[in-house]
């Protein structure tokens, strides 16, 4: 497997957190107390707004484009109703590649628009269609409903590939986060129905193990980060996240699935053989970076061509942030170029 390290810009530093990030923590924390001393609480009413969390995802972010993408609205017919996709495309002629994003948001939150610039610079980047799909969400809609929407997504690209401009042949799929579980759980689809319609995935810091099991290649822990300076930030950025996600992911099953069914957690799949050439990009100071990063290790071993590429002193959702970490650029360079190498 090949594993790249990716170090701060312009810096030698090891085990701390890029200056970009800890600004952007250190003035969250900032606001966070100067909010608490200000604002009268109120009483605790019992109930909880989902939209309320939901409005607290994602982080404005710029169009680093420099060539003009068109953007197209369709709304397609799926298994379980009607699924918006937003459309990505470059200027250039003939049939291109084609990019299923799958935004992130712990499944019950995020929407097209917090991947909207990111999804414009790898239609750029890759020179291709990027089809951004927006699934239905929990706890409204519980698993697989949104699985299923991604899916239905895949299989519409693929048999309707000379509507959009897109090659058949050429079908990959991305996301971050939960996204990146959608992702990788449509690969594994694709290959138990025989469909082979999915040629690589790229997986950004993927959640692929809900259940949490240890295993041959996992067993979470803090001690596995190292940590030289900025701890007052990076570790309840990473325990936060561990905290949170349990909330989301019982949000996302409702106790109607085994959070170590392979379609929930494929980290804990007994067979990843036969599944297409993978990208795995971790941040270095995620929760999810060790599940990540077993997962590549797995793929590896079953025989799937993998490479794995680590963000030294990022943290989680860092491609929301394009125009602000370079990282965030980067990163879609790094699956335009992927795109590239595979369907040259």
Same mark, same amino acid.
């Given at each position: 497997?090949?594993?790249?390290?990716?170090?701060?810009?312009?810096?030698?530093? +090891?085990?701390?957190?890029?200056?970009?990030?800890?600004? &952007?923590? *250190?003035?969250?924390? /900032?606001?966070?107390? @100067?909010? =608490?001393?200000?604002?009268?609480?109120?009483?605790?009413?019992?109930?909880?707004?989902?939209?309320?969390?939901?409005?607290?995802?994602?982080?404005?972010?710029?169009?680093?484009?420099?060539?003009?993408?068109?953007?197209?609205?369709?709304?397609?017919?799926?298994?379980?109703?009607?699924?918006?996709?937003?459309?990505?495309?470059?200027?250039?002629?003939?049939?291109?590649?084609?990019?299923?994003?799958?935004?992130?948001?712990?499944?019950?939150?995020?929407?097209?628009?917090?991947?909207?610039?990111?999804? +414009?610079?790898?239609?750029?980047?890759?020179?291709?269609? &990027?089809? *951004?799909?927006?699934? /239905?969400?929990?706890? @409204?809609? =519980?698993?697989?409903?949104?699985?299923?929407?991604?899916?239905?997504?895949?299989?519409?690209?693929?048999?309707?590939?000379?509507?959009?401009?897109?090659?058949?042949?050429?079908?990959?799929?991305?996301?971050?986060?939960?996204?990146?579980?959608?992702?990788?759980?449509?690969?594994?689809?694709?290959?138990?129905?025989?469909?082979?319609?999915?040629?690589?995935?790229?997986?950004?810091?993927?959640?692929?193990?809900?259940?949490?099991?240890?295993?041959?290649?996992?067993?979470?822990?803090?001690?596995?980060?190292?940590?030289?300076?900025?701890?007052?930030?990076?570790?309840?950025?990473?325990?936060?996240?561990?905290?949170?996600?349990?909330?989301?992911?019982?949000?996302?099953?409702?106790?109607?699935?085994?959070?170590?069914?392979?379609?929930?957690?494929?980290?804990?799949?007994?067979?990843?053989?036969?599944?297409?050439?993978?990208?795995?990009?971790?941040?270095?100071?995620?929760?999810?970076?060790?599940?990540?990063?077993?997962?590549?290790?797995?793929?590896?071993?079953?025989?799937?061509?993998?490479?794995?590429?680590?963000?030294?002193?990022?943290?989680?959702?860092?491609?929301?942030?394009?125009?602000?970490?370079?990282?965030?650029?980067?990163?879609?360079?790094?699956?335009?170029?992927?795109?590239?190498?595979?369907?040259?």
């Amino acid at each position: 497997m090949e594993t790249i390290l990716k170090r701060i810009p312009d810096s030698n530093a +090891k085990g701390e957190l890029d200056p970009r990030v800890l600004d &952007v923590l *250190s003035r969250a924390r /900032r606001d966070f107390f @100067e909010a =608490a001393q200000t604002t009268k609480p109120e009483p605790d009413s019992g109930s909880f707004s989902i939209e309320r969390l939901r409005e607290l995802m994602g982080w404005p972010n710029t169009d680093v484009t420099r060539t003009a993408i068109q953007t197209e609205y369709r709304e397609i017919a799926g298994t379980n109703g009607s699924i918006p996709l937003r459309l990505y495309s470059p200027e250039t002629a003939g049939d291109h590649p084609c990019i299923l994003f799958f935004h992130g948001g712990g499944f019950i939150g995020g929407s097209l628009n917090t991947v909207e610039n990111p999804c +414009k610079s790898l239609a750029e980047k890759a020179n291709a269609v &990027v089809v *951004s799909v927006d699934y /239905r969400l929990a706890p @409204e809609h =519980a698993f697989p409903a949104g699985l299923n929407d991604c899916f239905d997504a895949v299989k519409w690209v693929f048999s309707h590939a000379a509507e959009i401009g897109v090659n058949p042949h050429q079908i990959a799929v991305s996301g971050d986060s939960a996204g990146g579980n959608l992702a990788t759980v449509c690969t594994m689809l694709d290959r138990e129905q025989g469909t082979g319609m999915i040629k690589l995935q790229a997986l950004i810091y993927p959640t692929v193990n809900m259940a949490g099991t240890p295993t041959e290649d996992f067993e979470w822990s803090l001690d596995q980060y190292t940590v030289n300076n900025h701890r007052e930030y990076i570790i309840p950025a990473i325990e936060g996240l561990k905290e949170g996600g349990s909330f989301m992911h019982d949000m996302y099953l409702q106790k109607q699935t085994d959070p170590e069914h392979p379609h929930v957690s494929p980290l804990l799949a007994e067979d990843l053989t036969g599944l297409p050439e993978t990208l795995v990009i971790v941040a270095e100071y995620d929760y999810l970076r060790l599940e990540g990063e077993a997962y590549a290790r797995r793929l590896s071993r079953s025989g799937v061509q993998t490479k794995l590429i680590r963000y030294c002193g990022m943290d989680h959702a860092f491609i929301d942030k394009i125009g602000l970490y370079p990282q965030a650029e980067e990163c879609m360079e790094e699956i335009a170029e992927a795109i590239k190498q595979r369907f040259s």
